[in-house]
């Protein structure tokens, strides 16, 4: 079973427009992190945020910001005034289990394009 | 490097060959991780290592693939007998200590295509 949807698959905004990209997950653990990863056209993932099931405070950095919500199990992440360079796939993760080293569990991704 | 480094970034191989493919993690990050990207999956977790030990193998998703790993250091990802199928991107992450679950840092990947 899918542990992270990420329903929107392809997002089309045109340059500063606010955009905000959905993530819900799903676990049975009561201690668990949730991640979002930026992959632009040349491959490598890039870190954006860690959140651990503890912190339910949203964060802003920049023109990010994210919306942490335990009672949707949501994760939501906004770009403001949204720029070309932010066009990429984002992916939301779960990591749940130590066994595995916490390793993220991802979601499909979130194709994000903007344009001029 | 600074960076997490995998090798080599593109390998097409013909069906039923092995190939391997090599991780340099950051130097002193102690867990290593392996992942596919393929379009039909997305991003599969395949295996972690805490050192040289790889407490978890569930992801692997068949007997044709093992991993390996020595010194703490470098891995490699093997695939016997490659299928078409098996072509996606393998990414290679490492962190400082999957206990206390600190950030992963991942390669650029190395892009398998079985002809």
């Known amino acids: 079973a899918q542990k992270v949807t990420q329903a929107q698959t392809e997002i089309s905004v045109v340059e500063k427009e606010d955009v905000t990209l959905d993530c819900v997950y799903e676990t049975r653990d009561t201690t668990y992190y949730l991640f979002w990863y930026k992959q632009p056209p040349s491959g490598e993932l890039v870190f954006l945020i860690r959140?651990?099931?503890?912190?339910?405070q949203n964060e802003i950095s920049g023109r990010y910001s994210w919306n942490f919500q335990k009672s949707t199990s949501s994760f939501n992440f906004t770009i403001t005034a949204s720029q070309v360079v932010d066009s990429a796939v984002y992916f939301c993760a779960l990591s749940e289990a130590p066994n595995s080293g916490y390793a993220l569990n991802f979601g499909k991704g979130t194709s994000l394009l903007v344009t001029p | 490097g600074a960076g997490v480094s995998q090798s080599p970034s593109n390998k097409v191989t013909e069906k039923g060959k092995d190939v391997e493919l090599r991780c340099d993690p950051i130097?002193?990050?102690?867990?290593l991780y392996w992942y596919r990207q393929s379009l039909g999956q997305g991003l599969e977790f395949l295996i972690y290592?805490?050192?040289?030990?790889?407490?978890?193998k569930s992801g692997l998703p068949s007997d044709r693939f093992s991993a390996e790993r020595t010194g703490g250091s470098v891995s490699t990802l093997t695939i016997q007998r490659t299928q078409q199928e098996d072509s996606a991107v393998y990414l290679c992450?490492?962190?400082?200590?999957?206990?206390?679950?600190?950030?992963?840092?991942f390669g650029q990947g190395t892009r398998l295509t079985v002809v």
């Open positions: 290592f805490q050192g040289n030990s790889a407490p978890d």
């Open positions: 959140r651990n099931s503890f912190d339910e």
């Open positions: 992450a490492s962190s400082l200590d999957s206990i206390l679950n600190t950030e992963a840092f």
């Open positions: 130097s002193g990050h102690t867990a």
